[in-house]
């Protein structure tokens, strides 16, 4: 899902000079997990959006994911502006907006941090920010546990006792 959000944002960092990477560990080369493709789709847009919007010109964005134990480890990090220790939780509320500084970027709605924790969190997993506070940039990571080949035996057991028309969702 990185990759093809890459691509989305590579204009506005083309425009603004930002240096885009991916490290994309080894070890999930045959990882399956399983998520809804959309959701995650729209959490690695809002966090690169987020990252190319506050991050100033010449800046970078980096975005890793590896495997730590049962889960999938993904984070988006800039140069930009940071996180202010106080707002490190308030922004993950709806409708929380920081004061960036940034005179010249337009305004999100404050929905896209906290809808991303929904999806996150609708999945297993966990979503956080890490930030040494103003100037130092902003790291974003979220998990997601990883579900072994068992657990989709399971869940099509569980799909075979369900009442007619209605499924386990598969893409989860």
């Known amino acids: 899902a990185a990759g093809k959000q890459l691509v989305m944002i590579k204009e506005k960092a083309l425009k603004h000079s930002l240096s885009l990477e991916a490290r994309i560990s080894p070890v999930l080369d045959d990882l399956l997990i399983m998520a809804d493709e959309r959701r995650l ?12 919007k506050f991050t100033p010109d010449h800046g970078r964005i980096t975005v890793e994911a590896t495997r730590e134990g049962e889960e999938l480890i993904i984070s988006v990090a800039d140069t930009g502006i940071g996180t202010e220790p106080k707002d490190q939780r308030k922004i993950f509320n709806e409708f929380y907006q920081t004061s960036s500084g940034l005179k010249d970027k337009t305004p999100g709605t404050g929905l896209g941090l906290p809808l991303s924790k929904s999806f996150i969190e609708m999945h297993g997993g966990k979503i956080w920010v890490e930030s040494e506070g103003k100037g130092k940039g902003s790291r974003f990571i979220f998990s997601l546990p990883i579900r072994e080949a068992n657990q989709e035996m399971e869940l099509s057991a569980l799909e075979s006792r369900m009442p007619r028309g209605k499924k386990v969702a598969r893409d989860l």
Not at 41 to 52: D, E, G, H
């Open 41 to 52: 789709k729209q959490v690695m847009f809002n966090l690169l959006s987020n990252a190319a």
